[in-house]
C-alpha cells in the first residue's frame, strides 16, 4: 500500500493498493480493504507472490544495475 507519490505507484503496479497523496480518507479505505482481503489466506498468499515476482522482475539489484550501466554506456550522463 502507498500513496501516489513519486514512483512508488509503478513499484507497487497492481499488486496493493495506491491511494492519493494527502487523502486521509482513501488510505484508511485502502487499509480496511487490505484487512479485509488478507482474511482469504489463499488470495492473500496469491497477492504476496505476484508483489514479490513483480519486484524481482522490475527491481531487482541486477536489473537496477545493467540499466545504470546503460546510462553510463549510452553517455547519458553528463559530466
Given at each position: 500500500m502507498t500513496t501516489d507519490?513519486?514512483?512508488a505507484a509503478l513499484i507497487v503496479g497492481d499488486t496493493g493498493w495506491v491511494v492519493p497523496h494527502k487523502n486521509s480518507q482513501a488510505l484508511a479505505?485502502?487499509?480496511?480493504?487490505?484487512?479485509l482481503q488478507s482474511?482469504?489466506?489463499e488470495?492473500?498468499?496469491v497477492r504476496k507472490a505476484a508483489a514479490r515476482d513483480r519486484i524481482e522482475r522490475n527491481f531487482s539489484i541486477h536489473k537496477m544495475?545493467?540499466?545504470?550501466n546503460q546510462i553510463w554506456e549510452k553517455g547519458i550522463v553528463g559530466c
Open positions: 507519490v513519486g514512483d479505505d485502502a487499509i480496511k480493504d487490505a484487512l482474511m482469504d489466506i488470495a492473500w498468499q544495475t545493467a540499466a545504470y
